[in-house]
């Protein structure tokens, strides 16, 4: 390491994962990706648009609908957490420089869903200058829930375990958001088209989990080239 | 004068050689003789753990030194070496010191001596002239004379000795300055050592090296052992636990650590047996716990004999037919039959508990006992059998003296014939088509037997018929409301909440009940409808206690709209059950009847007469005299109010003592069981009649029991309780005695239990039966199961668990008695129980009790909060900062949105809260109660960070006792107008 | 195997009581007596039995009888009762009495046989004309004894456990409850006799008939020698009273006494559930009611008359008409108040055997009962 003495500090600055991390960034050569898009087989229902009830003169400015299910033209589904179950190498997947946040703006989470390391801090923020508050329900974590007040700008929470978080709050009961708590790299959102992608995966056969909010958890098994990328599509049957 | 040898008739060298042999045989006898004696098991046991405890002991020693921080050591030993060789080099001034010393000391003693010899002559000389003095005798003055110089020289040593003392301390200090560095140093090393010295001195008293040992062996030699071996019988003799050997109770001399030698020791955890530590040390054996082994020995609770020092005599009882086999290999074991109270096997083990603690919902610590008792509870063993401690229990059926407004007779002619096979989670047990009774005849007989029960029943019962019903309810609105109102607290739907497989394996007792413990407390509804008349329905759930006064089914205080949906709803759940598996409605069998009764009269009567009576009645009156001998034979009226058995005592043995039954009263017949009492019990429970099997009996002599379809897991509880259903009298001293608090803890307790509070509540860390079907409508309504638990969590009726401190004792009297919505969001309803002023307070005693608040009555004297206080109150209150108004209702004005985000009304706090309890509340709604939706505004973690920082200088404390006060002034009159804000 | 199977049975069944006395009686008499009673067919067959007296046969049936006993231990029921330590010695005990009375009679014809032959009797034999020291010739075996008898009590003692049992409850008493093992033929007598009898006037009159005996017995023969013709009937009355009326009782008791008092052959499972009928009847029930067929006199003397009666004749018509006839002799001989002292003690054992055949076989309860008195015999 004295040879990168840059490398040194950075390590020393943003711990041992971030240098594994580099490592595999260096040596890509036995490492593929996972690209796939999820579709649903069922017909794509219109969001429900959800009428607000409480506190309009801030909720109501924008329209609020169901993003439970959100599903493209082309049937891509939208805010599907795509992981490999059973990763071969010990990576943790490490925390991003800047706190990842969850923003209640106009009585929404935003994101509705994402993805956040094992004990890495995440920053609640409350746009909105009204009452919130930030009720967990995890399963693996212990459950928290705290009033955001206007006076309280900005809250910082953290999971120490992976999992799988819904948030609500109860004042505005049409909130919800999913934080999902990730202990390794390999993990995948999948966009409005409802394609996905995760990268640098080592080589192997792996079973890869497909989790959404309404249309549940599957899985299915993959093989990684050494090198280039695999595609693993998906999809959902109609419920 | 003898003659010469050779005329002796026998030959005296043969004689001599007989001798001799028989002699030295004599001696080896004598010596196996006392090896025989000497040679026992417990000794090597004893030798073995003395082997056990020294290789622990050396462990410890080991790693102690480890732990002994070398590197110290050695700097200690380095200052030490040092501190001696400067002490060395100043050798001449410590010689002269100590010298200095010594002469001091000589010269004191010498001194001294001659002090205290004059001094003694003084005072001899004081008695004599005081004598002399008063008898005015010549010698007066001598005595004088002599005394005042005695008393010179006295005076003079005196001043010396005081010298001397003086000289001596100095001495020391010089010396003491000279030693100082060394003897600190070697303190310091002794200090260091001390651990693993103590553990040496432990170890040479449990193994002794040298002398001691040979003299140790030497007193545990054969013979000369009658000394003080140390190897002996360690035995507790419990005068407070006495054994009752047929109407002498001695005291029980417990000889169990004779080999159980560290049973109340900590350290042996994982030592093999016999030297195994208690498992529960906190709780047993320990000298700290509540069952210390030199008050309750061992053999109170486990049974046994206890004098008994080898392993047979004590009556060890295996658990289970590998442990059996494992020591009959170890130990020859083979089962005692001169002991009528052996000892409990493992499994068996918390039978010992219920001698002394009855009287208990519950025994702590005991979870298959406890299950024995909820069960016994449930099924009602005692409405049969007297049980002693269960005497003035409810009657577990229904009432039957009003059946026909109920059922139709076609219905309880297929109920009675075997109830499973229409409810099959049922409490009522099977009594017809069992196996004893399965010939032709004993068929024909029963069919006839269940048409006279049937008869009788409609014959005796009092005429009473409702009404129509008013209107005709919506069936689905019915649904919602059975399925939210709280129904689903007590009762069952099973066909919806569970898969038909699951059913069918819980009906073959392959499985548990899918369905909740509590919320069997009442019947499964699956196919009320073919069950029960609408009209009954409709007045039933409006007033329970109208049609059965002694019900424990709650008014849910039901509009007449509401009654009528529900009897709809109720009205569609029919039975679904194939027509094959279906209970047939029997056929009558005069024939049989006829001859039944015959045997009936003639036990009484000539057959002649008998017949002739018969002749004289009318098929109905047959049926009904029938139905009557059947009832009386199968002692229906233990658990269901049948008129005319009102009196009747019920017709099971007497159980109280059961457990103390030696197995030889017991009938085993031909049944294929081990002959203990346990195992008669097991397969007396799962099939009662089994032990007529092969004998030959007419029916009325046949065992009457009849089937519970009990699974294993039940049976082997209730066999627990009857286990320790013993004759047993514990003395009131070794019992324990309830407190004030406990009693009152208690009695709510059975309350509790009586009115199944858990079916809806969580309390005491069980119970809320109802969220499981709470959770299933969400999942129905295609939630995924977390989201539903959490949901469910938010509408169902609250966890009470401290009550006690959150609300006052007048308020919760009050609700109980009245309950009046708290929430009024909520679905699900607290019921009107009827409660007696008794029992309610009972019940706020309970919590009271168990939250240590007073009780019944309470004072609070809150400040109304004025001026700038009040103005910060408000300020907190409003949007910008903790917007309470946002959720809580405020009287009469409701907060925005869905009732689902409401939260209590804030305006009653005052006559309903606990002030404390409020500020508690405030600073961590999520302590008091997990996954509640009141937010978390102070952060446990940091209070003060969290707090407001512009109100009250942002000090946490002050905020939260102000929010307190002015909560407790909502509503208030004096404080209306304070609080509306804004 | 069925053979073996059958055999138990057949075992079984003789050992029924009153077959098996009748079994014993015959047995007894046929062997003390070989070929000497009963009609002359009879003695052509029991002769033969004399053989028994010569040692090697008599050995060789010790020998059968031992082995068939050893046999038995595989059966359980069998072992399970002879092997219990308190009956082990019982089991000792059938053995030693039966060789002793074996060896006794032996000698005796020994001698009777060389005193027909003029030889000199066996114990002259042996010692000669002169007499045997009491040193060391008596005292040092003696001592021998002694020592070789106290090893075997201290083996014994050391691998025969005592059988230590539950604490006694006087509310359940072990089934069966048996007396120590010597008084087992007083509890059989309690069965067949009201306790009154049995427990008192019995073991009283058997304690002063042993005393009588030296007065009775004037026969001045056989002093210091076994012999058996010179004092037949007295050996034979002896052997019969002590065989016959203690040691088999006591066996009985012992071996075939199971729950309840029931009788169970030696290889019968002792089932405590096992039932036998057993009603018993009075004397007087027999006659008034079921053979006269009229209800029961309420004057107790006449109700019982008939028993006393009977019992009356039973004590008093034998002794003088055999005074008179086949006993002339010895009425002679001893003289009335002997002879009837005699007698009256003889009729006494006699009328135990007799009342236990009856009871066995008319199921009869008392001859004479009056509760009024608290009278049974």
Known sequence: ?239 | ?982 | MPAVESLKHIVNWLSEPSRFFLVTVLAFFAVTLPGEIGPPWLRRITRPLAAVYRPAIGAAVFAVVGLLFIASCFDANFSLIVTKPDNVPIAGMIFLVAFFVWFSLEQGRENDRRMGAGEPIVEKAESGDHKVMVWPDLVYTEFLCMILWTIFLIVWSIYLKAPIEEPANPAKTPNPSKAPWYFLGLQEMLVYYDPWIAGVLLPGLIIVGLCAIPFIDVNPKGNGYYCFKDRKWEIIIFLFGFVVLWVWLIIIGTFLRGPNQNFFGPFERWDAHKLVPLINVDLSQLIWVKGLGVALPSNPLVREGFGLVLVAVYFLVPPFVLARKRLKGIYEKLGPTRYHIMMFLLLTMVSLPIKMLLRWTLNLHYLVTIPEILFNI
């Open chain 2, 1 to 982: 004068m003898p003659k010469t040898t050779d005329e002796y008739l026998r030959r005296i060298g043969g004689l001599n050689v007989l001798f001799a042999a028989s002699s030295v045989g004599l001696l080896l006898i004598t010596g196996l003789m006392v090896y025989d004696d000497y040679n026992r098991s417990w000794k090597d046991y004893q030798k073995r753990f003395i082997r056990l405890e020294a290789e622990k002991t050396r462990a410890q020693i080991k790693s102690a030194e480890e732990t002994v921080d070398q590197k110290g050591m050695a700097a200690l030993q380095e200052e030490l070496k040092e501190a001696r060789a400067a002490l060395d080099q100043r050798g001449r001034e410590l010689e002269t010191a100590r010298k200095r010393l010594r002469d001091i000391e000589t010269a004191n003693y010498r001194d001294d001596l001659s002090f205290r010899t004059i001094k003694s002559t003084f005072d001899a000389r004081k008695f004599d002239y005081e004598e002399a003095r008063h008898d005015k005798a010549s010698s007066t003055a001598a005595y004088e004379k002599e005394m005042d110089d005695l008393e010179k020289r006295l005076e003079v040593l005196r001043v010396t000795l005081l010298e001397h003392a003086k000289d001596k301390t100095a001495a020391e200090t010089s010396l003491r300055d000279l030693t100082s560095q060394r003897d600190a140093a070697q303190k310091k090393i002794d200090d260091l050592n001390a651990g693993v010295d103590r553990l040496q001195k432990k170890l040479q008293k449990v193994a002794p090296r040298g002398f001691m040992r040979v003299a140790i062996d030497l007193l545990n030699a054969p013979v000369l052992d009658f000394v003080a071996p140390t190897l002996r019988i360690q035995q507790v003799v419990l005068d407070q636990n006495p054994i009752d050997i047929h109407f002498t109770r001695i005291p029980r001399a417990d000889r169990c650590q004779t080999c159980h030698l560290a049973v109340d020791k900590a350290g042996y955890e994982d030592a093999e047996e016999p030297f195994r530590t208690h498992p529960h040390l906190d709780l047993f054996a320990g000298g700290s716990s509540a069952h210390p082994v030199d008050r309750f020995g061992c053999t109170p609770c486990h049974r046994g004999r206890d004098r008994a020092v080898e392993f047979n005599y004590a009556t060890h009882m295996p658990d289970g037919t590998a442990q059996r086999e494992d020591w009959g290999k170890k130990y020859g074991w083979e089962r005692d039959h001169y002991w009528e109270q052996p000892m409990l096997a493992r499994s068996r083990i918390e039978a010992g508990c219920l001698k002394c603690h009855q009287n208990v919902v519950s025994v702590p610590k005991a979870p298959r006992l406890n299950r024995g008792l909820e069960l016994l509870d449930r099924v009602g063993c005692y409405s049969c059998h007297k049980i002693e401690g269960w005497n003035d229990r409810p009657k577990v059926g229904p009432r039957l003296n009003r059946i026909i407004a109920k059922a139709t007779p076609e219905w309880m002619s297929r109920w009675i014939r075997n109830p499973k096979a229409f409810r099959p989670s049922t409490r009522m047990p099977r009594i017809f088509g069992l196996p004893n009774n399965q010939a032709p005849d004993d068929v024909d007989r029963e069919e006839a037997e269940i048409l006279g029960v049937v008869a009788y029943l409609t014959d005796k019962a009092e005429a009473l018929a409702y009404p129509r019903l008013p209107g005709k309810g919506n069936a689905a609105r019915g649904e919602k409301l059975v399925k939210s109102v709280g129904c689903m607290g007590c009762h069952a739907i099973e066909k919806d909440e569970a898969a038909p497989g699951v059913l069918q394996a819980r009906n073959r007792r392959e499985v548990a009940d899918p369905v909740a413990w509590e919320r069997r407390f009442g019947p499964d509804l699956s196919r009320i409808g073919s069950k029960a008349k609408p009209e009954w329905i409709y007045q039933w759930i409006r007033n329970p206690r109208a049609y059965n006064p002694d019900t424990r089914m709650p008014d849910l205080r039901l509009t007449p709209e509401e009654a009528l949906d529900i009897t709809a709803y109720l009205m569609t759940l029919t039975d679904d059950s194939p027509v094959a598996e279906r209970a047939s409605a029997p056929r009558p069998h005069p024939e049989a009847r006829d001859r039944t009764l015959l045997a009936y009269l003639s036990q009484r009567e000539p057959p002649d007469d008998a017949k002739a009576s018969l002749a004289k009645m009318s098929d109905r009156e047959k049926d009904v005299l029938l139905g009557e001998k059947t009832i009386g034979r199968y002692g229906c009226f233990g658990c269901h109010l049948i008129p005319g058995f009102e009196k009747t005592p019920p017709i099971g043995v007497d159980l109280s003592e059961e457990g103390s039954k030696p197995a030889d009263l017991l009938l085993f017949g031909y049944a294929p069981i081990e002959h203990t009492s346990p195992a008669w019990f097991f397969q007396k429970l799962k099939l009662p009649r089994s032990f007529d099997e092969g004998h030959v009996a007419e029916f009325y002599d046949r065992l009457r029991m009849p089937q519970f379809e009990f699974t294993d897991e039940e049976a082997g509880a209730l066999t627990l309780v009857l286990q320790g259903l013993t004759k047993e009298k514990v003395p009131l001293e070794s019992i324990r005695r309830l407190s004030a608090r406990d009693q009152a803890i208690e009695a709510g307790r059975r309350i509790v239990r009586d009115y199944n509070c858990h079916g809806c509540h969580i309390l005491e860390g069980a119970g809320g039966a109802i969220r499981q079907s709470l959770v299933r409508n969400f999942m129905a309504e295609g939630r995924t199961e977390d989201e539903a638990t959490s949901m469910a969590a938010s509408i169902a009726p609250p966890i009470i668990d401290g009550e006690g401190a959150k609300v006052q004792p007048e308020w919760l009297f009050g609700f109980l008695k009245a309950p009046s919505p708290i929430r009024p969001w909520l679905a699900v309803r607290m019921p009107t129980f009827h409660f007696s002023d008794a029992q309610a307070s009972t019940l706020v005693h309970h919590f009271a009790a168990r939250e240590n608040t007073v009780f019944p009555f309470q004072t609070f004297d809150q400040v109304p909060p004025r001026g700038a206080a009040l103005q910060a109150a408000v300020k907190m209150f409003s949007p910008d900062y903790f917007n309470c108004w946002n959720c809580h209702q405020q009287g009469a004005r409701k907060p925005q949105g869905p009732p689902e985000g409401w939260a209590p009304d804030l305006t009653l706090a005052h006559e309903r809260l606990n002030p404390d309890w409020i500020a508690h509340w405030i600073a961590n709604p999520q302590k008091l109660m997990p996954g509640t939706k009141m937010p978390t505004y102070y952060d446990p973690e940091d209070m003060k960070g969290s707090a407001p920082p512009d109100v009250l200088g942002g000090d946490p404390k002050r905020q939260i006792d102000l929010l307190r006060d002015y909560v407790f002034t909502l509503g208030q009159k004096r404080a209306a107008n304070m609080g509306t804000q804004p």
């Open chain 1, 1 to 239: 390491m004295t040879t990168f003495p840059a490398l040194t500090a950075f390590v020393r600055k943003h711990g041992i994962s971030t240098a594994v991390l580099l490592a595999t960034a260096l040596a890509p050569a036995f490492a593929g990706d996972i690209v796939g898009k999820v579709k649903y087989a069922g017909t794509a229902p219109t969001p429900a648009k959800i009428a607000v009830t409480k506190d309009q003169a801030v909720c109501g400015k924008a329209e609020h609908s169901d993003e439970s299910l959100l599903v493209a033209a082309d049937k891509g589904v939208k805010n599907v957490v795509v992981n490999i179950a059973d990763p071969k190498d010990g990576k943790k997947m490490a925390a991003p420089p800047k706190n990842s946040t969850v923003d209640q703006n106009g009585c929404k989470f935003l994101p509705h869903v994402q993805i956040v390391a094992a004990g890495a801090p995440i920053d609640i923020v409350n746009d909105d200058g009204i009452l919130h508050n930030i009720h967990s329900f995890p399963k693996n974590n212990t459950p928290f829930n705290k009033a955001q007040p206007k006076f309280k700008k900005v809250m910082t929470e953290k999971f120490e375990k992976a999992d799988v978080v819904q948030i609500k709050c109860d004042v505005h009961t049409w909130m919800s958001g999913w934080i999902i708590v990730a202990d390794h790299p390999y993990y995948g959102l999948s966009d409005a088209s409802g394609s996905f992608k995760i990268a640098d995966v080592p080589a192997g056969t792996y079973t890869l989990d497909y989790w959404h909010e309404k249309l549940g958890k599957q899985s299915k098994q993959v093989t990684v080239p050494a090198t280039g990328s695999v595609t693993a599509d998906f999809e959902y049957p109609a419920k």
